[in-house]
Structures are given as C-alpha cells and as structure tokens.
T-cell receptor
C-alpha cells in the first residue's frame, strides 16, 4: 500500500511558466514532508520540506503547499527553467521506517 | 567529503549469479539506507541501519537479498541468486538523523540481470 502517491508520471511546461507537481498521502499522522529532485545518472537531492504545522514554505522559485484536510501537497516552481527538468519525488517519514517516497513525476521544461 | 560512494556504477550479470553492491556513507552519519528505483514503484526502501544495526528490513523483497554493515564506513547489499526482475537502480543514502531531509544519496548502481 503506497502511503505517498504521485499520480502524474510526467509533466511538460514551457520555460517561464509555472510547474505544479502534486502528491497525495494516506496517513494523517505524517508530520513532515519533503521534495527531492533527481537528474539522470545521479542520486536524488533534497529540495524543500514542510512541517505539518505550516501550510506553505517558500525557497526562491520553489514553494510547497500543504492541504492537511485533503491530504495533499504540491510543489510550485515559478518561473520554470530548462535546468529544472528532472524527476521530482515527494517523501514522508513513516513512523519507525525511514523516508517513504512517491513514484516520482518527470518534469520537462521546454525552452 | 566525497559524499556517499557506491560501487560499481553499472553491473551486468547473468541470471543465477551472485551480485554484491557496495556503499561507503558520509563520515559521521549514523544512519544508512538502501533504496531501489524501478519505473513501476519509484524509490522503495529495502533496509536501513542505525549505528550499524539493521533496524527495518521489511522492504527486502525475499531471502535472496541480504545486507550487512560491518562498520560505520561500509555496507553491502547482496543478491544471490540474481533474477532478471532484480534489474533496477540501487541507491545507498546516509544521514545523521533518520527522519529529516538530510539524506545524502550516492549516484546509484544500475543492475542489469540477463
């Protein structure tokens, strides 16, 4: 049972526009969420996180929104750049276990 | 620090052969994680260690998989015998705290079992 779900395997946007990546989770006890970014032939790298006591966290062009009632979080990238093309994973620490990751969304930013 | 170092980067082996993947975590990190990435399931946690002790191996697919961490600077993931469905990219990561965003991943080992 996937506790963290990314239902869109891919997303394509034009350079300069907004990219919105979505993530749903099943366990209302999760108190912390993270986004990782992965380029080909490299390991994932930490991008941004949000605590469940907040509904928004911003870092430059990247903003994560958390909607606890809907068990949904989203990552907004504005403006999108070609260098943002990568696979994005959302993740959450699941109790005793380590981070549980979603299946990822491949973002392609077209020049 | 050179980061998390995994070897080999690529491994091609025949079905039935033993495969050993290696990982050197970042010095000072006390948690080590093995993940597997596939198209269908994304990043799956296989096992993690805290202070060299296996804490949760519930993600290990079956008895063909085993992992060890004999000391704080080295870990192995072994598959014996290997099968074509084991083909994936295997990542090792380390961190100081288990549940924070401080995971540092290695570059992965791409395993192909033919």
């Amino acid at each position: 049972d996937q506790q963290v779900k990314q239902n869109s395997p891919s997303l394509s946007v034009q350079e300069g526009r907004i990219s919105i990546l979505n993530c749903d989770y099943t366990n209302s006890m999760f108190d912390y969420f993270l986004w990782y970014k992965k380029y080909p032939a490299e390991g994932p790298t930490f991008l941004i996180s949000i605590s469940s006591i907040k509904d928004k966290n911003e870092d430059g062009r990247f903003t994560v929104f958390l909607n606890k009632s809907a068990k949904h979080l989203s990552l907004h990238i504005v403006p999108s750049q070609p260098g943002d093309s990568a696979v994005y994973f959302c993740a959450a620490p699941t109790g005793r276990r380590a981070l549980t990751f979603g299946s990822g969304t491949r973002l392609q930013v077209q020049p | 620090d050179a980061g998390v170092i995994q070897s080999p980067r690529h491994e091609v082996t025949e079905m039935g052969q033993e495969v050993t993947l290696r990982c050197k975590p970042i010095s000072g990190h006390n948690s080590l994680f093995w993940y597997r990435q596939t198209m269908m399931r994304g990043l799956e946690l296989l096992i993690y260690f805290n202070n060299n002790v296996p804490i949760d191996d519930s993600g290990m697919p079956e008895d063909r998989f085993s992992a060890k961490m004999p000391n704080a600077s080295f870990s192995t993931l072994k598959i014996q015998p290997s099968e074509p469905r084991d083909s994936a990219v295997y990542f090792c990561a380390s961190s100081f705290l288990r549940n924070t965003g401080g995971y540092t991943f290695g570059s992965g080992t791409r395993l192909t079992v033919v």
